[in-house]
């Protein structure tokens, strides 16, 4: 092997070892394959008299404080005009804590008060915070005996959480296990009757959320330490042109799509993921 082949294998190793070391440091799942949705996927409609009704219990399930207002910003403005009984859980603090340089005291402080800012915007009873690592989040069963002792002492009627079964092919790693925890707490207690799972590629329920756009954006700038200025007319332009989408395939100006999961008809072996 000569001297200049050498020097290319080191340089191009190395590179390939830094992309790879970044790629597994930054907290983001990218699918080159991703699983395929089921198919066939019906459309389902997962009790929507109760659940716009106002009686009905609703536990969501989060990774971030503002993940809610991001994913489900339609779904919680027609929620609030219902006013059922909605508690939430927030995996972390969103204290970016991995990042160098961060003060992440400060930023669970502020965010946490965002939170609850937002929870009193749709009518929220209470959030409990479970104070895991921000951006390295896993499915373990201290998260998932933390859910579950939500929903014991809730008793809900829906759960709402993440998709982690059939994700974006792009997405962040705390999403999916903060779903993975949730999907499989909600099986294990089989106490919620739906389990509404957002953020996916198979959604067999969707919302029209055509009127809720202003009282949507109102929730993402609540939270003004991740959404400000030139930032938050990004961020809105990513949920609207989202929604709009879901809307343009179901028939809507503006949607949100939902993979529901009947959980008293769940197969067993999919309780025992």
């Given at each position: 092997?000569t001297?200049?082949?050498?020097?290319?294998?080191?340089?191009?190793?190395?590179?390939?070892?830094?992309?790879w070391?970044?790629?597994v440091?930054?907290p983001?799942?990218?699918?080159?394959?991703?699983?395929?949705?089921?198919?066939?996927?019906?459309?389902?409609?997962?009790?929507?008299?109760?659940?716009?009704?106002?009686?009905?219990?609703?536990?969501?399930?989060t990774?971030?404080p503002?993940?809610?207002a991001?994913?489900?910003?339609?779904?919680?403005?027609?929620?609030?005009a219902?006013?059922?009984?909605?508690?939430?859980?927030i995996?972390?603090?969103?204290?970016?804590?991995?990042?160098?340089?961060?003060?992440?005291?400060?930023?669970r402080?502020v965010?946490?008060?965002?939170?609850?800012?937002?929870?009193?915007?749709?009518?929220?009873?209470?959030?409990?915070?479970?104070?895991?690592?921000?951006g390295?989040l896993r499915?373990?069963?201290?998260?998932?005996?933390?859910?579950k002792?939500?929903?014991?002492r809730?008793?809900?009627d829906?759960?709402?959480?993440?998709?982690?079964?059939?994700?974006?092919?792009?997405s962040?790693?705390?999403h999916?296990?903060?779903?993975?925890?949730?999907?499989?707490?909600?099986l294990?207690?089989?106490?919620?009757?739906?389990i509404?799972?957002?953020?996916?590629?198979a959604?067999?329920?969707?919302?029209?959320?055509?009127n809720e756009?202003?009282?949507?954006?109102?929730l993402?700038?609540?939270h003004?330490?991740?959404?400000?200025?030139?930032?938050?007319?990004?961020?809105?332009g990513?949920?609207?042109?989202?929604?709009?989408?879901?809307?343009?395939?179901?028939g809507?100006?503006?949607?949100?799509?939902?993979?529901?999961?009947?959980?008293?008809?769940a197969?067993?072996?999919?309780?025992?993921?």
């Amino acid at each position: 092997m000569t001297k200049s082949t050498r020097t290319r294998l080191i340089v191009y190793g190395s590179l390939a070892a830094g992309l790879w070391g970044l790629y597994v440091w930054v907290p983001w799942n990218i699918d080159i394959i991703p699983p395929r949705p089921p198919n066939p996927n019906p459309p389902v409609d997962p009790d929507s008299a109760l659940l716009f009704s106002g009686q009905a219990k609703i536990l969501i399930v989060t990774a971030h404080p503002d993940d809610s207002a991001f994913y489900i910003g339609g779904l919680l403005t027609k929620l609030a005009a219902a006013q059922p009984q909605i508690h939430q859980v927030i995996c972390t603090d969103g204290d970016k804590g991995y990042y160098p340089f961060e003060d992440w005291q400060r930023n669970r402080r502020v965010r946490r008060q965002e939170a609850l800012h937002e929870a009193r915007t749709w009518g929220g009873v209470d959030i409990l915070f479970l104070g895991e690592p921000d951006g390295r989040l896993r499915s373990n069963d201290r998260v998932v005996e933390g859910i579950k002792r939500t929903l014991e002492r809730t008793q809900p009627d829906y759960l709402i959480c993440f998709d982690p079964d059939f994700p974006r092919r792009m997405s962040h790693q705390d999403h999916r296990r903060a779903g993975e925890a949730a999907l499989e707490a909600g099986l294990q207690t089989q106490i919620p009757k739906w389990i509404l799972m957002f953020a996916t590629r198979a959604p067999n329920y969707v919302l029209d959320i055509s009127n809720e756009w202003p009282a949507q954006q109102h929730l993402l700038e609540i939270h003004a330490s991740q959404f400000h200025d030139h930032r938050l007319e990004m961020i809105r332009g990513m949920v609207g042109q989202r929604q709009s989408e879901e809307g343009r395939l179901n028939g809507y100006f503006m949607a949100e799509g939902f993979r529901c999961l009947s959980v008293r008809s769940a197969q067993p072996s999919t309780a025992a993921r």
